[in-house]
């Protein structure tokens, strides 16, 4: 059977309490309070998207999540009451793909959820604009035939550009739709920007594709979009 959301977690109170508000939105939900449950869980069932917690009964949501990448995509959102910025980089460094810290307000973790549900499933399609093909399902981005092999944050910084195309998007969205609620210096989006321009600018030192807008953001212009 296939839900929406799988929570892992051993606060067996919060989970269910959570559980039941996300399916009073109709949002259908499956509570485990073990690693080993829920890779029980996982055998039979499936889910879009997993609420993680990191410190459980029988092992480290660290672990486990290296463990699920190797076989699930879905999004994993980790949820729990470590709020050191060392957790919360190495739970995004190992492929979560948001952090939040407990306790929390179940009204926003639910939008939280839903706008990841919305996101996931608006990505599993391929656009094409002009020699660039973005592959929402495999997360591969192609130019002219070619794979560019982006790394993961590069493929999401560039889907996201291209959600938004003809629309300046200022830095504070890119990081939240990018890398979350961690926090990262400008630095790391010039850096991610740059790679980019290298692999899909014919001259990266002056963009056509992915310009600047000084002072605010990037913006990624249409350019004959077939």
Not at 37 to 58: G, V
Not at 133 to 146: F, S
Not at 148 to 170: D, I, M, P
Not at 202 to 224: A, C, M, Q, R, S
Request: aromatic letters at 10%; a negative charge.
């Amino acid at each position: 059977m296939r839900y929406n959301v799988l929570i892992i977690d051993d606060e067996i109170e919060l989970g269910n309490a959570t559980k039941e508000y996300f399916e009073a939105f109709g949002i259908s939900t499956a509570f485990c309070e073990s690693i080993d449950s829920a890779f029980k869980w996982l055998e039979k069932n499936a889910a879009d998207l997993l609420l993680l917690d990191i410190n459980l009964k029988d092992g480290n949501g660290f672990e486990m999540c290296k463990v699920l990448r190797k076989k699930y995509d879905m999004p994993i959102i980790f949820v729990s009451a470590r709020v050191a910025s060392d957790d919360i980089l190495l739970g995004l460094h190992i492929g979560g793909d948001d952090y939040i810290t407990k306790p929390y307000e179940l009204s926003i973790l639910l939008a939280k959820v839903k706008a990841r549900l919305n996101r996931a499933a608006s990505q599993n399609k391929t656009l094409a604009i002009a020699d660039l093909v973005i592959d929402y399902k495999t997360h591969k981005a192609y130019k002219n035939g070619l794979d560019l092999e982006l790394k993961n944050k590069e493929f999401l910084l560039l889907a996201y550009l291209v959600q938004n195309k003809n629309k300046t998007l200022n830095k504070d969205e890119i990081f939240s739709a990018v890398w979350g609620d961690a926090f990262f210096s400008d630095g790391t989006l010039t850096v991610h920007i740059r790679k980019l321009r290298e692999k899909i600018e014919e001259n990266p030192d002056n963009p056509k594709i992915i310009k600047t807008v000084w002072g605010v953001g990037y913006i990624f212009e249409e350019l004959n979009e077939k």
